[in-house]
């Protein structure tokens, strides 16, 4: 079994991208690690080269300023580097995801078990999307709670918007993959980054998404009921730059006014409560 580890990152660190950390954590696991860099403004290009691991394969590229509808681009970037790998598995991770060290040999021994299973095309992990904060999770289901990250690279797919997978097995229509659980998660600190650093990052994805930036003031104005607090560890990778790039703690604006799409997720959380369901998107279908 091969697995190949793919992403992509653009000024990694004007925006204030764990990308270094997502890279060293994805290594142990992979046999190849394929990185699309997108000619910038910073020095995330040679931070990149500098990891030295010979595992590690950079594809300089060069964006496409004028693709602003829907995020194509990241799809671009990051199909750029999925078709370049070449394991039984590709892994995408993004530059401001994790992987736990302790995880990597269940996670291998899963990607094992499920290589000989045609009918296995993914594997779907569970999130802790930390918010404003290292101890604090954002847990309503205007937050994925799973996510595909993986996809077997011997079938036909491509990502639309960069944000998920769709499975091509019949030319003209596509379809999300069918997936089984990884059995362990992943860490995503987009949302704890430095309040500036976020306010750079909200105006370039802005850019390609084809709409001006939304106001963000910092991370204080959010419904205090999509919160949840962390008491696990963090990866070990991620220890200094929690302490010196991340948010310390997360102060609410004790004004700040519901959204109709907060109201609507409050509703949708009592649902889940009382029925147990799981009412966040998801762009996989689970194999039993």
């Keep these: 079994m091969k697995i190949s580890g793919f992403t992509f ?45 010979p595992k590690l394969r950079v594809i300089e590229t060069i964006w496409n300023e004028s693709m602003q509808d829907r995020g194509y681009v990241y799809a671009q970037q990051k199909m750029i580097a999925q078709f370049n790998c070449s394991g039984d598995w590709a892994f995408y991770l993004e530059g401001d995801e994790v992987l736990h060290e302790e995880d990597i040999a269940s996670l291998r021994a899963t990607l094992q078990r499920y290589v000989d299973h045609p009918n296995v095309e993914a594997l779907v992990f569970d999130y802790y999307h930390f918010y404003g904060s290292p101890t604090t999770l954002a847990i309503s289901p205007g937050w994925y709670r799973r996510a595909v990250r993986v996809i077997r690279n011997s079938i036909r797919s491509y990502s639309p918007d960069g944000l998920f997978f769709v499975v091509m097995d019949k030319n003209k229509r596509g379809r999300y993959p069918y997936a089984a659980c990884a059995g362990v998660p992943i860490y995503h600190y987009g949302h704890v980054r430095a309040v500036a650093n976020m306010q750079a990052k909200i105006q370039q994805v802005s850019r390609y998404w084809g709409h001006a930036p939304p106001p963000f003031a910092g991370y ?6 999509a919160l949840g607090k962390f008491s696990g560890s963090h990866p070990a990778v991620m220890r ?23 109201r609507r997720h409050r509703w949708m959380m009592r649902l889940e409560r009382l029925f147990g369901w799981e009412l966040s998107k998801k762009h996989y279908r689970l194999r039993n």
Excluded at 22 to 47: F, I, Y
């Design 9 to 53: 990152i653009r000024n990694g660190t004007l925006l204030g991208y764990p990308y270094i950390e997502s890279l060293r954590s994805l290594l142990p696991l992979c046999d190849e690690v394929v990185v699309a860099v997108g000619a910038g403004q910073d020095d995330t290009l040679a931070r990149i080269a500098a990891i030295g691991d």
């Design 220 to 225: 204080g104005n959010i419904d205090p009921l």
């Design 240 to 262: 200094n730059w929690l302490a010196e790039a991340a948010e310390p703690s997360l102060v609410l604006n004790p004004n700040y006014q519901l959204t109709r799409r907060e």
